[in-house]
C-alpha cells in the first residue's frame, strides 16, 4: 500500500494558467486538441520550474543552517577563551617624563 502516487496532482490554478497561456498563443486553425497537448506542456514545464525553485530554496535553507551552525560554534568557542589583547605601549612619555624631570632639577639647582 503506497500512500503516495507516483504521478503528481496538478493544481487547478497551474491548469487553468496553463490553458490561458495556450490559447493566448493559438495559431489561426489549430485544433482544440492541439492547444490542449500545447497545455499539457507547459503544465509540464511550470511543474518542473517550481521543483528547481523549491530545490534551490532547500539548499539554500541548508546553506544558511550551516554558516549559522559554524557561527554559533565559533561564538561558543570565543566565550570559553577570551582573545588576548596585547597592546604595544611606547616607552615615549616615560621618557618625556623623566626628562622633564631632569631640566627641573637642572634648572632648580643651578639658577637659583
Given at each position: ?7 503528481e496532482?496538478?493544481s487547478?490554478?497551474?491548469?487553468s494558467?496553463?490553458?490561458k497561456i ?15 497537448l500545447?497545455a ?9 520550474y517550481?521543483?528547481?525553485?523549491k ?5 539554500l ?9 559554524l557561527?554559533?560554534?565559533?561564538e ?28 627641573f632639577g ?7
Amino acid at each position: 500500500m503506497a500512500k503516495y502516487s507516483k504521478k503528481e496532482k496538478v493544481s487547478e490554478e497551474i491548469k487553468s494558467e496553463a490553458l490561458k497561456i495556450a490559447s493566448s498563443n493559438q495559431k489561426p486553425g489549430q485544433t482544440k486538441e492541439q492547444t490542449k497537448l500545447v497545455a499539457q506542456g507547459i503544465q509540464k514545464g511550470i511543474q518542473q520550474y517550481k521543483k528547481q525553485q523549491k530545490a534551490k530554496a532547500r539548499e539554500l535553507d541548508k546553506r544558511i543552517k550551516k554558516v549559522s551552525d559554524l557561527a554559533s560554534a565559533q561564538e561558543s568557542t570565543d566565550e570559553v577563551a577570551p582573545p588576548v589583547m596585547q597592546s604595544k605601549q611606547s616607552c615615549l612619555p616615560w621618557v618625556l617624563l623623566v626628562l622633564s624631570w631632569i631640566c627641573f632639577g637642572v634648572y632648580f639647582f643651578l639658577w637659583k
